[in-house]
């Protein structure tokens, strides 16, 4: 019997979108769960709340059986047809970028007093950037992740220290969360990459070297978690593979792999001068397998893995991130003012919460604990600022009024920053 795993988290998103007069549209990279969220556990939703099965239209464009139907012309009059009397309709149409004009049949449908749409789009052609332009303010877009930590975790079955081994190794992705093996993992994610995710790239942008995209993607997969920016990478790339490559067109490669949602940048902030600085800047992988699939399962380092799964957490639950600069002056060894750099991992932001948040794999030490809080009392302000990680048992309020606490609290526990 294959294990169900509840999405709660984007289950409500979408309740609470019901009958807003907009187009629901779930977004993210592909294979994490958008297909089974829509008409799954939201088509079982409506049918617990006593809509009648009628009056839930599906349409999957992906399907062989269902190409004829990717033609507007037969489409819309087919889903106006469905409409056989005033109730309400709740249209769940996935994989919806494949239908042509679907922006002009989608704004028809939900000008329809008595229907609610919801769609889903795969990443290739359907992104996220695109949606506030396409629509004309129509389209309310709920961004969906591969699974978090403590979904991982409610079909695991093992303790959570196994678990956290298992997810920083192979992500989740659901389909290969629930493969068995470790062999059917990494088949499984090598094959995702070059069947889907690349080709999807390579079809949708016309690239023409795919070569020189993957080695830039190898690269920013070595590298997660560090300052970078395309002049940077350029200059590996000359020294390492005597390449010829340019800075702009990896600028561009990046933004394509950001537009199937495989990366994500994280901006530079100037804590003090309240400003963004720009580059150089950091890139996270949106899942830990794909990511370490990349690299071949080298470069493990917890270290960086722990980083890269706090920023994906934060971005599940709505927090806008960045990475925090502090410049500060302190005496030098000859007693001359030195400015120093100082950095936060992350400074997370939604609505009128903020919160300053630290990486550290071990504080085996009090010197490491120092070096790991020594930003924070450099901060003057009261906005909360907190230390994640492996080795603190419970959480607890150092003197400087700082929170620690573990990865584990931290993941499992959806309100932990307010602990």
């Not at 099965?53 to 012309?73: G, T």
């Not at 009128?352 to 071990?362: G, N, R, T």
């Not at 120092?370 to 924070?376: N, V």
């Not at 419970?394 to 993941?411: C, E």
Request: aromatic fraction near 12%.
């Amino acid at each position: 019997m294959v294990k169900e795993i509840k999405r709660d988290y984007y289950l409500e998103q979408l309740i609470k979108r019901e009958g807003n007069g907009l187009i629901k549209i779930v977004t993210g990279i592909r294979r994490c769960g958008k297909s089974y969220l829509l008409r799954t556990l939201f088509k079982n939703h409506l049918l617990e709340n006593g809509v009648d099965e009628k009056h839930i239209i599906e349409m999957a464009f992906d399907l062989f059986d269902n190409i004829e139907y990717r033609d507007p012309k037969i489409f819309y009059p087919w889903a106006k047809e469905q409409l056989q009397d005033n109730e309400k309709y709740y249209f769940l149409l996935d994989e919806v970028q494949l239908l042509d004009e679907f922006v002009s049949v989608l704004n028809g449908l939900v000008d329809k007093k008595n229907c609610d749409v919801f769609v889903t789009g795969s990443n290739a052609k359907f992104l996220s950037r695109d949606i506030a332009t396409e629509f004309g303010g129509r389209g309310d877009e709920v961004h969906m992740y591969p699974l978090s930590f403590s979904e991982f975790m409610s079909c695991y079955d093992g303790n959570k220290y196994d678990g956290w081994n298992e997810y920083i190794t192979y992500g989740g992705i659901p389909l290969v969360v629930l493969a068995e093996t470790d062999e059917q993992k990494m088949n499984l994610l090598d094959n995702l990459f070059q069947e889907t995710y690349i080709s999807d790239i390579v079809k949708r942008n016309k690239i023409r070297n795919v070569g020189e995209m993957e080695s830039l993607l190898d690269v920013l997969a070595s590298a997660i978690g560090a300052l970078t920016n395309p002049n940077k990478l350029q200059k590996t790339f000359k020294s390492v593979n005597n390449s010829k490559i340019t800075a702009t067109t990896i600028t561009k490669y990046i933004e394509y792999l950001e537009d199937s949602f495989l990366i994500e940048e994280a901006n530079r902030y100037d804590i003090k001068g309240k400003s963004y600085i720009g580059t150089p800047l950091k890139y996270y992988f949106m899942d830990m397998g794909l990511r370490n699939s990349r690299i071949h399962y080298r470069q493990l380092e917890v270290t960086h893995s722990m980083e890269n799964v706090i920023y994906n957490e934060l971005r599940m639950r709505g927090f806008h991130v960045d990475v925090g600069n502090l410049t500060v002056v302190e005496k030098g060894k000859d007693t001359k003012p030195v400015k120093k750099q100082l950095e936060v991992d992350f400074i997370c932001n939604k609505g009128s919460k903020k919160y300053y948040i630290q990486s550290a794999y071990m504080l085996e030490t009090e010197a490491k604990m120092a070096q790991e809080i020594r930003p924070f009392l450099k901060i003057n302000d009261s906005f909360k600022k907190i230390v994640i990680t492996s080795d603190i048992p419970k959480p607890f309020y150092n003197d400087q009024g700082i929170l620690i606490m573990n990865v584990y609290d931290f993941l499992l526990n959806a309100d932990s920053l307010e602990l």
